[in-house]
């Protein structure tokens, strides 16, 4: 099993930047996942990343948002850039075997970090 906890979510206002982190007792063999939920808006994947450095992201963050993994640390990164109010959500990291869409693809999750950007 794996457990994971999110951090780095708070206020910031339209513009700014956040990173948030997503740590893991351990997760080295897994692909890791990032999605988010606004209130009453289904489930949204944001990125992920594999095993070996690949860290595609959705349109609607391609450029503001990146990826990136330290194993030995168990950690996963979503370094978040230009933010803008309609990226307000709750933010979950996910664990799984491969780099999909849809939460169903994944196995472990962590419990969110809030995210909220002012305009």
């Known amino acids: 099993q794996v457990q994971l906890v999110e951090s780095g979510g708070g206020l910031v206002q339209a513009g700014g930047s956040l990173i948030l982190s997503c740590v893991g007792r351990?997760?080295?063999?897994?692909?890791m996942g990032w999605f988010r939920q606004a209130p009453g808006k289904e489930r949204e994947f944001v990125g992920a990343?594999?095993?070996?450095?690949?860290?595609p992201t959705a349109d609607s963050v391609k450029g503001r948002f990146a990826i990136s993994r330290d194993n030995a640390k168990n950690t996963v990164y979503l370094k978040m850039n230009s933010l803008k109010p309609e990226d307000t959500a709750v933010y979950y990291c996910?664990?799984?075997?491969?780099?999909?869409?849809?939460?169903?693809?994944?196995?472990?999750w962590g419990q969110g970090t809030q995210v909220t950007v002012s305009s």
């Open positions: 990343i594999n095993r070996v450095g690949g860290a």
């Open positions: 996910a664990a799984g075997n491969r780099i999909g869409t849809l939460p169903s693809e994944y196995d472990y």
């Open positions: 351990t997760f080295n063999t897994y692909v």
